[in-house]
């Protein structure tokens, strides 16, 4: 049986590889403000809250983040 308490997987951003990919998680428990989860191959993690997860969902779909990093990648 699954604990309750443990967070979700949602996703896996690489999936190529079995080496610690980034993964995208719901923890349930969590205050509201850190609810969705992010973690990297480092061991790091970003919380947030479902807001603050669908408004960078909202920028990646319309191309907003695209443009910012194509302008930092290009003045680099």
């Known amino acids: 049986m699954r604990d309750r308490h ?3 997987f949602l996703a896996r951003f ?3 590889c079995d080496c ?3 993964e995208l998680y719901v923890d349930p428990s969590a205050d509201a403000d850190r609810r969705v ?3 990297d191959d480092f061991g ?5 809250s479902l807001d603050q997860f669908r408004d960078l969902v ?6 907003t983040l695209d ?3 194509d302008r ?4 680099a």
């Open 37 to 39: 989860v992010i973690t």
């Open 67 to 69: 443009d910012l990093l």
């Open 14 to 16: 690489c999936g190529n």
């Open 58 to 63: 909202e920028m990646a779909k319309s191309g």
């Open 6 to 8: 443990a967070p979700v």
């Open 20 to 22: 610690g990919c980034p």
């Open 72 to 75: 930092r990648v290009t003045r």
């Open 44 to 48: 790091q993690r970003v919380e947030m």
